[in-house]
């Protein structure tokens, strides 16, 4: 893989924040942890995923083991994966960045896209390769993020390209064993505690095929692919022998749609207090989260 400085990375990234706009990085996309870039902006080599920053190099390298064992867990269970290579950019003030670096997409291969522009139908082997995949991944401490827009289909093969926030959960299934500090930034002091709760048990979500699945679903939802629920719902409850209903991945998609834009404002109005009391501020925000940028396409 193309060798990129990221201490270039980083300082066109904190520009960014600085300047409180994205326009000069190449941008390819955002969920709602990473922005993901073009790297270099013009003439992109790779796609570059920004983990917002850990207090020091031990907690980065923590997490990098996680990632790690991800991608370890991932290989033995058979499921695709998109090349990543990681690196910890240490900064100056202490702190450390980790960069996920992977090639750049076809982005005609994205699951939502592929489904978008499939023929209706009652089943796809996209589909059927989530579904297997989320059966052979998850476990009680184990959650996996399903939804469409973390794979791509080449025709034949599902591969996972959303790596940047592993759902590793302890033992007690009360934490994630990396530091969340570094997600937990982005929010006033505050509301952490309420969070780190909401957050942990959003977690837990998708620690079961069932829970990751619906998950899924309801990110269908979200995306306008609604030709495709009932043939999902009957894929998944066939392959797993289950009875997931439509209704509670609607409940799902109605909850998420009203916490994370609200999860949104909360980090923009953190961002405001914090440069206004002349204090570092860490992360770059996308504009809107895909639930409202989604439902305006649609
Ligand atoms: N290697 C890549 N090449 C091109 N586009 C990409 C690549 N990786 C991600 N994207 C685009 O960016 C989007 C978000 O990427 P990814 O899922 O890795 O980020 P995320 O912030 O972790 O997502 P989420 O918050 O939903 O978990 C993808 O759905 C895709 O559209
Ligand atoms: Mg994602």
Redesign the pocket.
């Known amino acids: 893989m193309s060798q990129i400085d990221f201490a270039q990375v980083e300082a066109a990234v904190a520009q960014a924040i600085r300047r409180r706009s994205t326009a000069d990085l190449q941008l ?7 922005v ?1 870039m073009a790297w270099p902006a013009g003439a992109p080599v790779a ?1 570059v ?1 920004r983990v917002p920053p850990f207090r020091d190099l031990a907690r980065a390298q923590q997490y990098v083991t996680v990632c790690d064992d991800f991608f370890a867990t991932l290989r033995a269970a058979n499921v695709g994966i ?1 090349p990543t290579t990681l690196h910890i950019h240490e900064r100056p003030d202490g702190r450390a960045v980790v960069y996920h670096q ?4 076809d ?1 005609t291969q ?1 699951g939502s896209n592929v489904l978008r522009s499939a023929a209706p139908a009652d089943s796809h082997p996209l589909l059927d390769a989530i579904v297997d995949a989320a059966a052979r991944v998850c476990t009680r401490t184990l959650g996996f ?1 399903c ?1 469409l ?2 794979w791509l289909w080449d025709g034949s093969t599902a591969t996972q ?2 790596f ?2 592993p759902f590793a959960l302890t033992e007690s299934r009360d934490d994630l064993l990396y530091d969340t500090h570094t997600f937990l930034q982005e929010y006033p002091v505050v509301v952490r505690p309420y969070l780190r709760k909401e957050f942990t048990s959003l977690l837990r979500r998708f620690t079961s095929a069932e829970g990751a699945l619906a998950d899924m679903v309801a990110n269908m939802m979200k995306e306008g692919l609604d030709q495709w629920v009932d043939p999902a719902i009957n894929t998944i409850n066939s392959r797993l022998g289950i009875n997931l209903s439509r209704e509670k991945a609607q409940w799902m998609y109605d909850n998420d749609r009203k916490l994370l834009p609200t999860v949104l404002k909360i980090k923009k109005v953190q961002r405001w207090w914090l440069t206004h009391t002349g204090r570092n501020y860490e992360q770059l925000l996308p504009e809107k989260t895909t639930y409202e940028l989604l439902a305006r396409e649609h």
Request: no cysteine; aromatic share 4%; proline share 4%.
């Open positions: 390819l996309g955002h969920g709602e942890i990473s993901v796609a995923k998109w992977q090639p750049i997409a982005i994205l993020d939804q827009a973390n390209i959303d940047t926030s």
